[in-house]
Nanobody, 114 residues
Framework: QVQLAESGGGLVQPGGSLRLSCAAS????????MGWYRQAPGKQRELVAH???????VYADSVKGRFTISRDNDKNTVYLQMNSLKPEDTAVYYC????????WGQGTQVTVSS
């Protein structure tokens, strides 16, 4: 019903920036809460940020002040601007669409390393 496609991951040096994008299709985008999760090797998947249909935003404490989530309903896209990246931000980042069911993208790798 909802298909999600992440893009924008890659290799970046500590202190650098990346902008992740998640393009949604297959349903009505504006009615979903959109979120970004990440999972590092050996760790559980964790919420990074989400933004509701009404614009309410929640960030994980670990990314507050560094990451910004936003959505463009006209483009059916949610973004994650990642600044001041740290090695501990290295993970696979997953896009999520939530309503009655949680839909997941395939993930995009973010590696922060010198």
């Amino acid at each position: 019903q909802v298909q999600l496609a992440e893009s924008g991951g890659g290799l970046v040096q500590p202190g650098g920036s990346l902008r992740l994008s998640c393009a949604a299709s297959g349903s009505i985008f504006s009615m979903y809460t959109m979120g970004w999760y990440r999972q590092a090797p050996g760790k559980q998947r964790e919420l990074v940020a989400h933004i509701t249909s009404g614009g309410t935003i929640v960030y994980a404490d670990s990314v507050k002040g560094r990451f910004t989530i936003s959505r463009d309903n006209d483009k059916n896209t949610v973004y994650l601007q990642m600044n001041s990246l740290k090695p501990e931000d290295t993970a696979v980042y997953y896009c999520n669409a939530a309503r009655a069911y949680m839909y997941w993208g395939q993930g995009t790798q973010v590696t922060v390393s010198s």
